[in-house]
């Protein structure tokens, strides 16, 4: 598993790590959107308002996060047994 680090952080490949860990990793990164909290407390419509903020996206076969949040991420995978390689840069 390579997690690459430049101006984000790319996780990749995808098919390799067990799917528990990436489950853990976009769950660590899915929060609350308080745009859409407010509309609902408020009684208006949510059609076009997501639930979810999502701090993460899927590109091919990576997993593409914010560049903050690698050094959390290397300890996640980490506890959960794969070996990782870091390479720093494009």
């Known amino acids: 598993m390579i997690i690459r680090i430049d101006s984000l952080a790319h996780l990749s490949p995808l ?3 067990p799917g ?3 489950t853990q990793i976009k769950a660590w990164l899915t929060f609350n959107n ?3 909290l407010e509309k609902e407390r408020r009684g208006f419509s949510n ?3 997501p639930r979810e903020i999502r701090g993460y996206e899927a590109e091919a076969d990576d997993l ?3 560049q903050g949040t690698a050094r959390h991420m290397v300890s996640m995978i980490r506890q959960a047994g794969p070996h990782c390689q870091i390479v720093i840069g494009p």
């Open 15 to 17: 098919s390799q790590p």
């Open 20 to 22: 528990a860990l990436i």
């Open 34 to 36: 308080p745009a859409f």
């Open 47 to 49: 059609w076009d308002t």
């Open 64 to 66: 593409v996060l914010p």
